[in-house]
């Protein structure tokens, strides 16, 4: 199992431009994510998805669209990139057992100049 | 609205020395984790409690619950320089969002 996916690893645009971000899991699970994380910020919850066909805002949704295209894959676009949206961003997906523990994935490093 | 404390940002110990990181939380929750994060890398599961008074441990880590106080301890034991890392704990905010905390950088000098 290759768990949780991302791609691009890397990737620079500029202000302006648009992209997205592709996210997959291979474990079944339901409910996926996308978080941003920034220095002396931990992570942050942009949006969610508890299941295809469903999303939800997270803690900073702005500027962000999400698509749960299947029950496998999550992806994440940026319409018009920001210097503010320069940042790591990491896609998980949460276990249905009890522990509901979520797995992450690589990363994708983001820079908007 | 949820929040998440770590204390401190920031520990920089001896090899050999024992060390404990704290995390408080506002509100109740049934789930804490903690992760840790290598430089440059993604977040790695480490350890989820589930209930009060649950204690995990895995080599010199060793976690501890107390959802009355609303706290969760992290505790290094005879620290070696590959627990180098930052360490985040991780609250279940509701039923499908984590709230994390900013992360303790671990630097563990020969």
């Known amino acids: 199992n290759a768990g949780v996916t991302q791609t691009p690893k890397f990737q620079v645009l500029k202000t302006g431009q648009s992209m997205t971000l592709q996210c997959a899991q291979d474990m079944n699970h339901n409910s996926m994510y996308w978080y941003r994380q920034d220095p002396g910020m931990g992570l942050r919850l942009i949006y969610y998805s508890a299941s295809e066909g469903t999303t939800d805002k997270g803690e900073v949704p702005n500027g962000y669209n999400v698509s749960r295209l299947n029950k496998r894959e999550f992806s994440l676009r940026l319409e018009s990139a920001a210097p503010s949206q320069t940042s790591v961003y990491f896609c998980?997906?949460?276990?249905?057992?009890?522990?509901?523990?979520?797995?992450f994935g690589p990363g994708t490093r983001l820079t908007v100049t | 609205e949820l929040k998440v404390e770590q204390n401190p940002l920031f520990l920089s110990m001896q090899e050999g020395k024992n060390y404990t990181i704290y995390c408080n939380y506002s509100?109740?929750?049934?789930?804490l984790y903690w992760y840790r994060q290598d430089p440059g890398k993604s977040l790695e599961s480490l350890f989820v409690l589930l209930s009060n008074g649950a204690v995990k441990q895995e080599g010199r880590l060793m976690a501890s619950l107390d959802t009355k106080a609303r706290l969760s301890t992290l505790h290094i034991t005879a620290a070696v320089h590959d627990l180098s890392a930052t360490y985040f704990c991780?609250?279940?905010?509701?039923?499908?969002?984590?709230?994390f905390g900013k992360g303790t950088k671990l630097t563990v000098n020969p």
């Open positions: 998980a997906s949460r276990s249905a057992l009890s522990s509901y523990e979520q797995y």
């Open positions: 509100t109740t929750s049934d789930r």
């Open positions: 991780a609250i279940q905010g509701g039923s499908e969002k984590l709230v």
